[in-house]
């Protein structure tokens, strides 16, 4: 004999288990994308380095490339507070993971290595390795060749950037490289004759000598490299805030078609040689990682 329950006590049960159910599986999480639509702010990790992002001397004020286009790729989507939180180069990524910043802006060359770790933002400026030296360049380096056949010449750079990895591909033996954190204490070795050419991207050098405030330097010119030196600098999310990469990709797309850029590349001494070619993508550049 088969008997069915009353559609009523079904219905009961229904409920019982559902607000069972609710009780134990947690709630929504919220996403970092809608933390900072709500809250109207974003936190940006970045190197204290010009042009990149730096403080102002006497002032305290976050200047360079990568503030003010953040600045102006949110200020359409609502996000009016971008506050930024200065940290060593190498630490940069590490304190993305773990949660101290939304992103990270600080001049990073997108590589597949990276693509592997972090999501990157479109490309925002070509770039290309330069050296700068002691006025006179004594020791007449104009390439990583040089640097690598001439037994006596050391080369800085900073740690964990591309321009180590690309020496070392063109042949400077690693005992005749020294890292450094920061510019200031690369600069400081080549001043004090530790080093003999300092090795950093292109803008950092056009960022670094503009307004010929040292006039004890100057850039190797020209410096050649491999074509595979050139890299493309961006922005750097979270792999589990893509959303949040799309929604600063908009800002950043409507700043490039409007002219906004043309005028921050200007404010820091970039060129057309600075520009990213139209239709690169990040995608493109990362291969499978991205």
Not at 12 to 20: F, K, M, Q, S, W
Not at 29 to 49: C, F, P, Q, S, Y
Not at 204 to 210: F, K, N
Request: a negative charge; charged letters at 20%; hydrophobic letters at 40%.
């Amino acid at each position: 004999m088969n008997f069915r329950a009353p559609s009523a006590a079904i219905g009961l049960a229904c409920i019982a288990y559902a607000a069972l159910v609710g009780s134990v599986l947690p709630a929504t999480a919220e996403t970092t994308k809608e933390r900072v639509l709500k809250e109207g702010r974003i936190v940006i990790g970045i190197h204290n380095r010009a042009p990149w992002g730096y403080k102002k001397e006497g002032t305290g004020e976050l200047l360079g490339w990568h503030p003010d286009l953040l600045r102006a790729a949110f200020a359409d989507l609502g996000v009016k507070q971008v506050d930024f939180e200065v940290t060593e180069f190498g630490a940069l990524i590490p304190g993305l993971m773990a949660g101290r910043f939304d992103a990270v802006a600080s001049g990073l060359s997108i590589t597949p290595e990276r693509c592997q770790q972090v999501a990157f933002g479109a490309p925002d400026l070509r770039s290309d390795d330069a050296a700068i030296v002691l006025a006179g360049n004594p020791k007449a380096i104009h390439s990583y060749a040089d640097l690598a056949k001439k037994s006596d010449a050391i080369m800085g750079g900073g740690r964990g950037s591309n321009v180590i990895k690309n020496a070392i591909t063109e042949g400077v033996p690693e005992d005749r490289i020294l890292q450094f954190p920061d510019i200031e204490t690369n600069i400081a070795a080549l001043r004090a004759g530790r080093i003999d050419a300092a090795l950093f991207s292109s803008p950092t050098v056009i960022g670094l000598l503009a307004g010929n405030k040292s006039p004890d330097l100057e850039r190797a010119s020209p410096f050649t490299t491999d074509e595979k030196s050139i890299s493309y600098i961006a922005i750097a999310f979270r792999k589990d805030d893509g959303d949040l990469r799309d929604l600063y990709n908009q800002g950043l797309a409507k700043v490039m078609s409007n002219g906004t850029i043309a005028t921050i590349m200007a404010k820091y001494g970039f060129g057309p040689t600075e520009n990213v070619p139209p239709g690169l993508t990040t995608s493109q550049l990362c291969g499978a990682a991205n």
